[in-house]
Structures are given as structure tokens and as C-alpha cells.
């Protein structure tokens, strides 16, 4: 069964500092990964996927994404951090186990940028 | 991408009362979702809803207290059924377009 880890529950950094957000997954084939935004009372904003082409994937608002098979990893960073980028992050792959879709979610990062 | 709506944006219900979520899809889409997102965590799957056949339950969550209609392609309906304070919840939807999901904003209900 596909599965993400998100090994920081929260994570804090200075305005213009970089941001590093850490995901890995378990898989059986080769996955489609997300990494989507929850902004306050907001739904989820989808920033980037990868879906076996290109390994760096690049998103909205300066974000990528590497995807990393010998280390099965897919952590997303950003070079340098602005006080918008305060939100939840979901790293996500998507299951398509005994013929049927749907998403496993990470538990989530919470990004706090500090002025 | 897909533009999804969803009303009420926020509710506060009496217990044992029910509450119809809806949502609005602005194009066309097969699979549609529904999710529970407790206050400080991650989404929880509560139903696929696909058009044209029964929505599909995950563990947990069962029909009686989650009826879900799904009338056409761009529209779905999440009634929770008889309102207890566990309720309480963000409850969001989402469709799926080219094996991506696209999410609502959202409706926060509180049930007192």
C-alpha cells in the first residue's frame, strides 16, 4: 500500500532564509506525488505534481519539488521564504490499489516565517 | 484546473439535526470527494462519489450518517445526518481531473 511520511510537523524559518519541507513515501510502482497549501480557513491549493517525467518539478510561488526514486523522497524547498508562505503543506501520493483512486495524505507541515 | 465552490461556507447546527453540504464543480468531472478535516489535522476520506453509480464509503463512515447524491457531472451532495459535537469538523470536496485533485474551500460546521 502507497503511504507518505511527513517527518516535520512543523517548521520554522526567517523571512528570505530557504524553505526545506520533507516527504517521504512508501510505494509499489512508480507514484504520482502532490504537495499542496492550506492557507488559513482556506481549501487546499494544489503547488506542484510529479508524475514520472521530469524529477525536478517546479510549482506556483517559487516552490519545486525533487523527486528522489534511491531515496524515495520528494521534499519540497523554496530559495527563499516570504511572510505569505505561512501555511499547512500536504505532501500526498496518489493510490490506485485493488482498481481504485484516491489520495493518502501526509499529516501535514505547518510552515511559520518568522520576520 | 477546476474551480470548485462549496455552500454553506460555514454553519452552527443543533445537535440532531442534519446539514446538506453542496458542491459545485465548473466543468465536468467523473470523481468527486468528499474529506473531514479535523481542527489541526490532515484530510480524512470519507466517500468517492462517482457519477452515476452509489458513492463509495471508507471505514468509518457509513451512509446513514453521510448520504451523498451525485445528480450530474458538475454536482454533489454531502448530508451529515443527525448532528452530534463530534461533528464538528471542516468538511471539503474535491474532483478529480487528469488524476489530480482539485479541492473547495471548504464548509466549517459546529454543532452544539
Known amino acids: 500500500a502507497q503511504s507518505v511520511t511527513q517527518l516535520d510537523s512543523h517548521v520554522s524559518v526567517s523571512e528570505g532564509t530557504p524553505v526545506l519541507l520533507r516527504c517521504n513515501y512508501s510505494?509499489?510502482?512508480?507514484?504520482?506525488l502532490f504537495w499542496y497549501v492550506q492557507h488559513p480557513n482556506k481549501g487546499l491549493q494544489l503547488l506542484l505534481k510529479?508524475?514520472?517525467?521530469?524529477?525536478l518539478v517546479k510549482g506556483i510561488n517559487g516552490f519545486e519539488a525533487e523527486f528522489k526514486k534511491s531515496e524515495t523522497s520528494f521534499h519540497l524547498t523554496k530559495p527563499s521564504a516570504h511572510m505569505s508562505d505561512a501555511a499547512e503543506y500536504f505532501c500526498?501520493?496518489?493510490?490506485?490499489?485493488?482498481?481504485?483512486?484516491?489520495?493518502?495524505f501526509g499529516t501535514g507541515t505547518r510552515l511559520k516565517v518568522l520576520a | 484546473s477546476a474551480v470548485i465552490s462549496q455552500k454553506p461556507s460555514r454553519d452552527i447546527c443543533q445537535r440532531g439535526t442534519s446539514l446538506t453540504i453542496q458542491c459545485q464543480v465548473d466543468?465536468?468531472?467523473?470523481?468527486m470527494f468528499w474529506y473531514r478535516q479535523q481542527p489541526g489535522q490532515s484530510l480524512t476520506l470519507i466517500a468517492t462519489?462517482?457519477?452515476?453509480?452509489?458513492?463509495?464509503?471508507e471505514s468509518g463512515f457509513v451512509i446513514d450518517k453521510f448520504p451523498i447524491s451525485r445528480p450530474n457531472l458538475t454536482f454533489s451532495t454531502l448530508t451529515v445526518s443527525n448532528m452530534s459535537p463530534e461533528d464538528s469538523s471542516i468538511y471539503l470536496c474535491?474532483?478529480?481531473?487528469?488524476?489530480?485533485?482539485?479541492f473547495g474551500p471548504g464548509t466549517r460546521l459546529t454543532v452544539l
Open positions: 474535491s474532483a478529480d481531473l487528469t488524476d489530480t485533485q482539485y
Open positions: 510505494s509499489s510502482y512508480s507514484p504520482s
Open positions: 510529479y508524475t514520472s517525467a521530469a524529477t
Open positions: 500526498v501520493v496518489s493510490d490506485w490499489a485493488s482498481g481504485t483512486y484516491k489520495y493518502i
Open positions: 466543468s465536468q468531472v467523473t470523481m
Open positions: 462519489a462517482n457519477q452515476g453509480s452509489e458513492a463509495t464509503y
